[in-house]
């Protein structure tokens, strides 16, 4: 059972870039899937968060990604991908992927409500 993410690198400001999270092992439609980040010298902090739903999928966004991150899913490939648009230096941090079963399917913006965890990403963005 593992978790591979994948994706980061370092961009300047107003760059984009698109995170990958890919599941062996298990099938990663089956779980909720969380996106987290941690900063030099701060906590880690939810991203982005999806639901295992097919119909009326629910997800999370951070207010201080709305509207630059979109979070989706392949359940064919059984990945998840952070599509980062807008990246402002403020976004740098080591990102990870998570993944969450609960027999609800719903997502949890705390990071001990997660089972599996990806290996981290670095993004860093330069002004």
């Known amino acids: 059972v593992q978790l591979q993410a994948y994706g980061g690198g370092s961009v300047q400001s107003g760059g984009c870039l698109r995170l990958s999270c890919v599941a062996s092992g298990f099938t990663l439609g089956d779980y909720a899937v969380a996106w987290f980040r941690q900063a030099p010298g701060k906590e880690r902090e939810a991203v982005s968060c999806i639901d295992t739903s097919d119909e009326n999928t629910y997800y999370y966004y951070a207010d201080s990604v709305k509207g630059r991150f979109t979070l989706s899913r392949d359940n064919a490939e059984n990945s998840v991908y952070l599509q980062m648009n807008s990246l402002k230096p403020e976004d740098t941090a080591v990102y990870y992927c998570?993944?969450?079963?609960?027999?609800?399917?719903?997502?949890?913006?705390?990071?001990?409500?997660?089972?599996?965890w990806g290996q981290g990403t670095q993004v860093t963005v330069s002004s």
């Open positions: 998570a993944a969450r079963w609960d027999v609800s399917g719903g997502y949890s913006e705390r990071d001990d409500q997660y089972h599996y």
